[in-house]
């Protein structure tokens, strides 16, 4: 994965526009080829159960007790920076962001109230009032920390899933507006966003992610829940379960079975499609060392998320350059967040930067996937009590959207700054921790670094070419040095 790889950028053409002057301004448009491989991209994918290393997961979820953050009401925020700073140390040099998730109570009788508090006291109103503190806390401490991918919502019940016992009505509005509140940039997720917290847009994670015994009651309501546009506005996702029911029928037995096995891969892979679901974890754990098991968990990593693939670039240089081009959301859901879309000029030789800036009109949100992926036959029966479901439909590699997915186009007309020479132009998507590119678009025109090279460019000389035949692109597969940067975080 770590050769360099030699590509032709596909088809290549030259063309003449008018400029607003009348005069003939000459445009190189470029087709790069698409890499047609898994990428490990930041907030979606695989997800770990805890934060450890793994091939293609750039997020982690994180169990957090609420005493560890709180113990007495004396404590201060000071107290969840200091946690959070030990718990989450250098996970931005991995390119990782967390899914934090505050639990009171986990299997059997281990709880984990602050020592001022009452267990099991979910109603009361001192509960009430210490709650809505932690959660503003929460809110000062991550919403604007980039470590942080998303959130769940916890608190109530075992393993903060809301059951044993459920949120009352009255404290779901409580607490629903409270996380409302305090989170206005990171996405929040609830674990059955169809019945409970509905005062909220918010995301959902499963449990049992695509369980036999659950695609009716949960995944057929995550589903309608997205034909109203949930999953436009939040992301679903959550975990895969083994241990109850017939999961063996589906699923699969195991995280390897799941990846593994054609039956359980293509199953997974359609329910992604199906409810648009951005990140899973347990599956995470699947054999390593099993070569059917990697092969594909990388079919599962390209569904999961997004994948940006450019369908073209467009450049020229007069006055001024402008840089145009049209991208293709291929993968299962949007991108949540609104990160800057990078046009620079590299020194040929260093591949470092002497001039860049952004696009103004580029909201990558905005680059939707495909629409409504084959329903399941089931999805028509009335009363499911008397059907059993027959899973064909999951296990086919033949599923499709009804709506393609859109082609975007984005434009920009730049003024450079740049001393006279000839420069590779390139495009970038940029964490804006840092403003360093992060993520990467599906092609074979990469440098390591993150950065896509389309062309060159003559400053000076006002000209423009497409990259050389033997220009040499780097393997973005087998790039780790992606990263983003921690600065003051308030």
Request: overall charge negative.
């Amino acid at each position: 994965m770590m050769e360099k790889l030699k590509v032709f950028s596909s088809v290549i053409i030259c063309f003449l526009l008018l400029s607003a002057s009348g005069r003939k301004e000459k445009f190189i448009t470029v087709k790069p080829a698409e890499y047609v491989h898994a990428l490990r991209n930041p907030l979606k994918g695989f997800t770990t159960r805890g934060i450890s290393n793994h091939p293609w997961a750039t997020t982690a979820q994180t169990y957090i007790q609420w005493n560890e953050l709180e113990n007495n009401e004396s404590d201060s925020i000071d107290r969840i920076k200091e946690f959070c700073d030990r718990k989450w140390h250098g996970i931005e040099d991995n390119n990782v962001k967390v899914i934090p998730r505050v639990y009171l109570h986990w299997s059997g009788d281990r709880r984990y109230w602050p020592e001022d508090m009452q267990e099991d006291d979910y109603t009361s109103k001192q509960f009430q009032e210490r709650v809505v503190r932690l959660i503003k806390r929460l809110g000062e401490c991550w919403d604007n920390d980039p470590r942080v991918a998303f959130i769940e919502m916890g608190i109530f019940g075992q393993w903060g899933e809301h059951h044993s016992p459920s949120p009352t009505e009255e404290m779901q509005k409580l607490v629903g507006d409270a996380f409302a509140e305090a989170f206005k940039n990171k996405k929040v997720s609830v674990r059955h966003n169809w019945e409970e917290f509905t005062a909220q847009p918010f995301g959902v994670y499963w449990d049992s992610w695509a369980h036999y015994d659950q695609m009716w009651p949960h995944g057929n309501s995550i589903r309608q829940m997205n034909n109203e546009g949930r999953y436009l506005e939040n992301y679903v996702g959550g975990e895969v379960a083994y241990d109850w029911g017939n999961g063996d029928i589906q699923p699969g037995l195991s995280p390897t079975a799941s990846v593994a096995e054609e039956v359980h891969r293509n199953f997974v892979i359609n329910s992604i499609r199906w409810l648009h679901c951005t990140q899973l974890r347990w599956i995470d754990d699947y054999d390593r060392n099993n070569e059917e098991a990697v092969k594909g968990a990388a079919e599962i990593q390209k569904a999961f998320g997004y994948r940006f693939v450019p369908d073209e670039v467009r450049f020229s240089l007069s006055d001024s350059l402008k840089v145009e081009f049209e991208v293709t959301n291929t993968g299962s859901a949007p991108f949540y967040y609104n990160w800057p879309v990078e046009v620079a000029l590299l020194d040929a030789e260093t591949h470092k930067p002497v001039w860049k800036t952004t696009f103004s009109n580029a909201d990558i949100r905005n680059w939707l996937p495909g629409e409504n992926w084959t329903d399941p036959d089931w999805i028509a029966v009335e009363d499911w009590s008397e059907y059993t479901p027959d899973m064909n439909w999951l296990t086919s590699g033949s599923c499709s959207w009804e709506k393609p997915p859109k082609i975007n186009t984005v434009k920009g007309n730049f003024k450079v700054n740049a001393p006279e020479g000839t420069y590779i132009l390139s495009l970038a998507i940029l964490d804006p921790a840092g403003n360093v590119p992060s993520l990467r678009f599906a092609t074979v025109n990469y440098l390591n670094g993150g950065r896509h090279p389309v062309g060159l460019i003559v400053v000076g000389k006002k000209q423009c070419y497409p990259l050389p035949t033997d220009f040499t692109f780097d393997d973005p597969g087998g790039d780790n040095s992606l990263h983003y940067v921690l600065l003051n975080i308030e």
